[in-house]
């Protein structure tokens, strides 16, 4: 079965920098779409950026120029690397995929299939 799982979460200053990892197993990884989407308390699952298999990226306004997505085909694994964190930040992170072929920029939760099980992420101002 399809397997996402998240790790590089933790604790850093405001200003500071974490690089997420998603590693997937189950599936073909070089036909997927990947995106990440984050979750803070008492909000709602929001879109950070996504990444099709042509590695073309997408980002929410909020993590421009700040976060970057790549993808890593040979080793299954899709990377979110956070620079600049702000306290705003702070949420559960998660990487969630799809299949497809089209290169379209998926940044809708609705439109994936696959989750992982999140990595908390807090930034301390």
């Known amino acids: 079965q399809v397997q996402l799982v998240e790790s590089g979460g933790g604790l850093v200053q405001a200003g500071g920098s974490l690089r997420l990892s998603c590693a997937a197993s189950?599936?073909?990884?070089?036909?997927?779409?990947m995106g990440w989407f984050r979750q803070a308390p008492g909000k709602e699952r929001e879109f950070v950026g996504t990444?099709?298999?042509?590695?073309?990226?997408f980002y929410a306004d909020s993590v421009k120029g700040r976060f970057t997505i790549s993808r890593d085909n040979a080793k299954n694994t899709v990377y979110l690397q956070m620079n600049s964190l702000k306290s705003e930040d702070t949420a559960v992170y998660y990487c969630?995929?799809?299949?497809?072929?089209?290169?379209?920029?998926?940044?809708?939760?609705?439109?994936?299939?696959?989750w992982g099980q999140g990595t908390q992420v807090t930034v301390s101002s």
């Open positions: 189950g599936l073909t990884f070089g036909t997927y779409t």
């Open positions: 990444i099709t298999w042509r590695s073309t990226t």
């Open positions: 969630a995929a799809r299949v497809d072929w089209t290169s379209a920029l998926f940044q809708n939760k609705n439109d994936y299939r696959y």
